[in-house]
Each structure stands twice: as C-alpha cells, then as structure tokens.
C-alpha cells in the first residue's frame, strides 16, 4: 500500500540523510522543507576557530540582534554540546559551537568567546545536570545576559538558565515544528539539518517528539531553544 515515491525513498536511499531518515509518518518535521534547507542553504562555514569546534557562517553586523542557546553534554563522546547563535530577524543560524569532547566548562569558555563577538546576546542554558556546570562557568566568567526564567507574575525568579520539563519541551518543539513548516528558520550546518531529519513523534510514547534510537536531537533543541528566545 506505499506510495511509488515512498517505496523507492526506502529501498533506493539518493543519500546518507535519506537512508537514515524515518518515514514520513513518524517525522516530527516537514521533510521537504528539510529537503530544500539541505539542497539550497547548507554551505560551510566562512570561518572556524577552535580547531573546528566553532563554525562562522555570517560574522555579526552592526545594528543586527542575536539570540544563543546552548544544550549542554557530558564530554565523553556521546551526545554533542551545542551552542546555536541566531539571526532574531532573519531567523537564520549564524555560527555554532558543537563537539561530544566538550567538557561543561570547557564548553563555557568557547561559547562565551563566541557570544562576545555578537555583541554578548541573551543566552538560554539547559539547566540539565551538566548544564548547571556550564551556567556556573558562564557567571564566574561574568557573562552579563543569562536567560532567566519567570514567575507566573512576569517577575524574574532567580533561576538561571532554561529548564525542560514536558510541558517547556511541548512547547519548544512545536513552536519550531511549525516555524520549520513555515520556512522561518534558515540552518546552514548541514549536520544540523541531517539532526532534524531523524527527530520522530514516537508512537510508542504517545507522539513524545524524540530523535529516533542511535541518533542525535541536540541541535535541533539549540534551534528551538533560540526560536523561543527570540
């Protein structure tokens, strides 16, 4: 009952995205909006600095806002610590951060270097277990513009850094569902793009958006979080 199309995207793979991919009906994102991104706006990066480890696709302009988010990781090879720095107006991702060596605070250090040069930007850090290493180490280095969360009221609360339960997650995710369908987000990595392209709606955990067994959704999290600044 599959499609002509559908059948030959899974037996007759045209790349390494393709045959990793999921089927359509499980994507949690529009996979030919995925395609077109990966087609006509993946390049490499006009500049790298720290060994690779930090990508410059577009150097910051005067008069021009940014936004960063950071997913934070053990270091030891596993997931990649990603630091996504956005364009608020273009919606495009400018420059990166991302390694699976990258301990917390050396991860900090980077990021920050990075974020100096747009003009130090609002910076949402997953306050995950190893995220609280790297918010400590963005404050002793004095970075002046942390995200913090809110209180009902609209007050800062005092917590630094952005924190993921499923109701934020929910809403993260389908924020830049929709963002994504709309062709509001540009992403220049093509590493990144290849991330979106295995997230599913897992079927055997109610829809739950997750990247599917032996694959990544860091960089799609550092996207989301930065659309949810912006």
Not at 104 to 112: G, L, M, N, T
Not at 145 to 170: A, F, Q, V
Not at 199 to 219: C, F, M, S, W
Request: charge should be negative; aromatic fraction near 8%; proline fraction near 4%.
């Amino acid at each position: 009952e599959m499609s002509a199309k559908l059948y030959m995207e899974q037996e007759y793979p045209n790349s390494e995205e393709e045959a990793l991919r999921p089927s359509r009906v499980m994507a949690a994102f529009d996979q030919d909006v995925l395609d077109l991104m990966l087609a006509n706006f993946t390049s490499d990066p006009v500049e790298t600095e720290e060994n690779g480890l930090v990508r410059i696709w577009q150097k910051a302009t005067p008069g021009r806002r940014y936004v960063a988010f950071s997913d934070t990781a053990h270091g030891t090879g596993g997931d990649n610590a990603v630091t996504c720095v956005m364009d608020v107006i273009s919606g495009m991702i400018v420059a990166d951060v991302k390694g699976n060596l990258l301990n917390p605070q050396e991860f900090a250090r980077i990021s920050v270097n990075l974020l100096h040069d747009y003009s130090d930007p609002l910076w949402g850090i997953e306050d995950n277990d190893w995220g609280i290493t790297t918010i400590r180490t963005a404050q002793e280095m004095r970075y002046r513009r942390l995200y913090e969360r809110k209180t009902p009221t609209g007050k800062d609360s005092g917590n630094i850094g952005w924190h993921t339960d499923e109701k934020s997650r929910y809403t993260l995710y389908g924020e830049l569902i929709e963002a994504i369908h709309k062709r509001l987000i540009t992403i220049p990595a093509r590493d990144g793009v290849a991330e979106f392209m295995t997230v599913i709606r897992n079927p055997q955990k109610a829809g739950r958006i997750e990247a599917l067994i032996g694959t990544h959704d860091d960089y799609p999290l550092a996207v989301g979080g930065c659309w949810q600044l912006r």
